[in-house]
């Protein structure tokens, strides 16, 4: 049995469990727009069944993922070119997740990184979801026949994992049906780091508001933030090898970079032996020119949030075309009765 044939397809998800942050954009969604075109067909999903993983309180998660939902179109996906959606409308995601349930194994669970951040000492309390969570993202991809996945350095663990699963999903039936998808970890920002702490990741749901950038912060906000940002008390370098062991001072770079397009060596080039004082403005304005539009045009659609639903309702409805066959095809493969 051979897989489906298709034009290279890329699949990647945003999960609703806050606002969205920088991380996110550069990490993310400006790199999905990019991926937009004639060489992939693309497929972006509010995954709101992987927030739901550690407690959401309801209102503020069906705002959440109307909010992530405009932010990638406020930030250029074309909701006709790409399939935009969320996963909990397309029920085949969680039905090929139990699958992948029984075709994981509890060890390789047990690698991943990510849950044992989550969970620290709390092992024992945390949900049964959020240890399973890389089953359903595996799930998420290969209910497409995902082939490239542009995701965050931080996800890089879970798409190898998804390569397992497809990898050993094959072997154990005997068939060549699921692909073993690409991550796509590029560009200058695939690890937007705490403005804090330059030692752990910008997150949604980092303690302290001033530790990340939101989407959603206006201009007043941004350069506060990055005013305070902690950084070291030398200047820039001449070379980035200089910012080796510079953790807050790599970031900062790496985010300018990321934002005005260019390699950290030419923002270096740029701004070799400037001060915080003149760099920490300059990000600033970069990031408020380039965000600002973004958070009205969010705004703009949060109005309107009827035609945000009819949007991922029709999104909805074309990730299902191409899910439902790669389901049934699925089930066939294992030997689940489908008769009617
Ligand atoms: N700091 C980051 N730098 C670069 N990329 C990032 N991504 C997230 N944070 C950064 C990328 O954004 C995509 C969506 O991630 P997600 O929201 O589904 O999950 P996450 O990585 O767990 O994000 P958060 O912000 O850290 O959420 P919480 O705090 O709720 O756990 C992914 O491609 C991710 O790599």
Known sequence: MTQVAHTPRVFSGIKPSGGLTLGNYLGAIKRWVDMQGPD??????????????????????ANATREVAAGMLASG????????FNQ?????????AWIFNCVARVGWMNRMTQFKDKAGK??????????????????DILLYHGTHVPVGEDQKQHVELTRDIATKFNHDYGVDFFPT??????????RVMNLRDGTKKMSKSGESDMERINMTDDADKIAKKFKKARTDPEPLPETLDGLKDRPEARNLVDIFAALSDQTPEAVIGEYA????????PALADLAVAKLAPISAEMARLMNDPAEIDRLLANGAER???????ILRKTYDIVGLVSSR
């Open 122 to 139: 709390n092992a024992e309390k945390v949900s049964l979801g959020l240890y399973a969570y890389p089953a359903l993202m595996a799930s």
């Open 40 to 61: 992939f067909e693309t497929v972006y999903c509010v995954v709101d069944l992987h927030a739901i993983t550690v407690w959401q309180d309801p209102a503020e998660l």
């Open 88 to 96: 909990a409308q397309v029920p085949a995601h969680t039905q090929l």
């Open 319 to 325: 990730a299902e075309e191409i899910a439902q066959p």
């Open 77 to 84: 996906i074309d909701p006709k070119g790409s399939v935009l």
């Open 273 to 280: 032996g400037a001060g915080w004082g003149k760099f920490k």
């Open 181 to 190: 998808p690409e991550p796509i970890i590029d560009g200058p920002a695939t």
